[in-house]
């Protein structure tokens, strides 16, 4: 899977989501501090590993700072992305499960090593549910991007 990373801040836990994401055989395309010579600010990097996602350079998106809401909060403004802030393995599966979540939003300051990989675990063996009523509510937020752009 391709997968675009960014963070605002070269910190051991995003470094260790790298080598996390290459040892599970993923394709990772890097943004912010993670990369030299691009812009660390988070909205600008989270924008940019979203754009990945919405525009098909990317499966799927990490976007981290410290919080994580920051980066959520700039990755969901890309129309297609559903970026979930997860700070356990729990909300993670039900953030792919029940929203179709696209990008994950993780906290630098918050998520350990042991909890980024149950994070990680949760997030990529999750499906996107079939049952119609998520299918309606996933549909109803992509809706809401298109009356976004047209106010």
Do not use: Y
């Not at 675009?4 to 599970?24: H, K, W």
């Not at 501090?33 to 525009?55: E, F, I």
């Amino acid at each position: 899977m391709r997968i675009s990373v960014s963070s605002d801040m070269d910190e051991p836990v995003a470094r260790l989501l790298l080598a996390e994401l290459g040892e599970r055989g993923h394709e990772v395309r890097t943004h912010g501090a993670l990369r030299a010579g691009s812009d660390p600010q988070w909205a600008v990097c989270s924008q940019a590993a979203a754009r990945d996602v919405a525009d098909g350079a990317a499966d799927q998106a990490v976007v981290c700072c410290w919080t994580g809401t920051g980066a959520s909060i700039a990755a969901n403004k890309v129309r297609g992305v559903r970026a979930a802030l997860c700070t356990d393995a729990v909300t993670a599966d039900g953030a792919r499960r029940w929203n179709d979540a696209n990008v994950l939003a993780l906290s630098l300051r918050l998520t350990s090593g042991p909890v980024l990989k149950e994070i990680l675990d949760a997030w990529f063996a999750a499906e996107p549910s079939q049952d119609p009523e998520d299918r309606q509510n996933v549909a109803r937020v992509g809706r809401l991007d298109a009356a976004r752009e047209g106010s």
